[in-house]
């Protein structure tokens, strides 16, 4: 992941700052189990950022029960006040720009995804819809220190499969075309000028080309294509502040994915950091310098290449003090100040300030007080390596109960299915650990980061090679002695929600359960409903999950749906689903649902009306995750805490009737 940066001075500043958050009360601690509140309630404080001149220190924290933007003179703790004031859905998103005390945030409609832009002055409060949420989604594309009173957004109005960029005028609050996308590029990268440099075109065989801009013409040229076995493993992901070169993500000519710097004057490129076992997958560039800092692989374990001696000394200082992992989320212009993330996989989570011209390191600000009595109870993660029936290493994720509920384990599968799983603090992990289960996450074929073989032999295999793996793995635990082959329940959200959903139809005697939240039961009502602006993607979907043009792809959908396996089912299953899912629609789970209910199998389905691909605001999280509580002890027999409560004030309506 590119590391988005920003941030001030003053190592004095720096301890005011943290000084600020103290225990107001003496919190009663449970004796029994680590509060659902505690877990996924509102965090104290997350998000935190530092504005470029160093006046402001701006943060996400509850206010009247929603998550909103606060804002501090920086040092002066007793200035911080909410400078948004929003009470339905909270916000998430937000950014600075370089104009003196101006940054930008995101906001969609109950979870549609359709986010709209607005400005926010944070002295005076002052609040500027530049684009509206609920039809077309919008976010910015760029911003620069060269051209500071100015962003670049991009936004899907004119044609809702593509995005335009525009430049926002930030004093005035204009828009005025950058790039008018009509030739239907994927997307656009610009320098720190707001010059285009590059684009890549997406192909019907699921390949790309990458275009290079002419300022002679005007125009992009085309310059290379990327063939469809490397089409998820790579990209651009940088351009250098003055646009003579472009920073690549490339699986090309080898399995795992480099970082290459690519001259595009000379037209000469270079490998600038590359990893045997996966694939370079992050990269931190210096805020006003443009100069490469470090690159990041990611195996079982996060390893960094260092590009910079003196950022590296501060980094490792930093890491070997605190004895955990770090990572830098706001940097000053300057490079001087940083923010930087602990993440331990069982101990609070923790914020510092950094002063890298003085070394001096701030007391930690944790995103949650209250877990702080809890902190010897957290469970450590253990990262592993499971075989694969057919010769693949599945880098996995245990984490084992402190107190356990017999041997009982929860398979808890990502999402994506093109993402992973990875090592650090794991909210879902704990809670369930807490409650008495093992817990196991598996980066299954077609999870990312482990080169494009890995990747690509997850095509077409839903619900059969990639459900092998968490199989495998889930005989690799019983094997191990981590479960009772009786007691393991699957669970996940998104494709995780698919995998789920498999378990009780592909595999019906081999789990106890199955929790299934926003996961898709038909693949050919998914695929016919995915939003408008992934058009570009459509190509790539079709060819790893199942081409709904043809016969055979029609075919293979129908084959690999659990909808069509419905009579299978014999396990308990609940469902959950957000009524405004713009990726995997209610339809989804009313499908399956109804097929249940006209064979009279059981089942449970919870709906919630203000909530898309997940459950974003924290009342719903805790009503949801209260809910699948009480379903696992049901089956599971692990700690209960009540749920009454949590339920009642979430938007949950239990579905009895069909849909």
Known sequence: MKTALKMPLLAALVFSMSACQTLNKKEAVNAEYIPREVLFGNPDITGIKISPDGKYVTYLSAHKGVLNIWAQEFGKPETAKPVTHDTKRGIFRYNWTYTPGI?????????DENFGLYTLNVSTGEITE????????????????LRPQEVVIMTNERDPKFFDYKILNLTTKATTDLFTNTENYAGIMFDKNFHPIIASQSNKDGSSTIFLWNAGSKK???????PFEDSMTSSAVDVSHDGSKVYLLDSRKRDKAALIEWDIKSDQSKVVASDERSDIQGLQMHPQTGKLLWASSYYLKRDIQFFDKDFQK???????????????TSMSLDGNQWVLFADSTDKPVAFYFYDAKTGTLSQPLY????????GNRLSAMEAIEIPSRDGYQLVSYLTQARKPAGKSLVLLVHGGPWGRDDYGYNPYHQWLADRGYNVLSVNFRASTGFGKKFLNAGDKQWGRKMHDDLI?????????????PKQIVIMGGSYGGYA???????????FAAAVDIVGPSNLETLLATVPPYWESFRANLYKRVGDP?????????????????????????????????????KAEADQIYNAMVAKKIPVEYVLFPDEGHGFAKAANNMGANAITEEFLQKYLKGRLEPIEAQVKASSAQMITTPQ
């Open 367 to 374: 995103h949650t007080k209250a877990m702080i009595p809890y």
């Open 130 to 145: 530049i684009t509206k949420p609920g039809k077309v989604t919008s976010q910015i594309a760029e911003t620069s220190h």
């Open 500 to 510: 789920a959903l498999a378990g009780v139809t592909f595999t019906p005697d081999t």
């Open 103 to 111: 940054l930008t945030f995101a906001q969609d409609v109950a979870g």
């Open 314 to 328: 501060h980094f490792e200082g930093i890491e070997k003090k605190l004895n955990t992992e770090i990572n830098v």
């Open 549 to 585: 043009t043809t016969a055979a792809g029609k075919k293979l959908l129908k084959e690999r749906s659990p909808l069509t396996h419905v009579d299978k089912i014999k396990k308990p299953l609940l469902i959950l689903q957000g009524a405004n899912d713009p990726r995997v629609k």
């Open 220 to 226: 992009f040229v085309k310059k290379t294509v990327v």
């Open 472 to 484: 495998d793995a889930v005989n690799w635990a019983v094997k191990n002695d981590y479960a009772d």
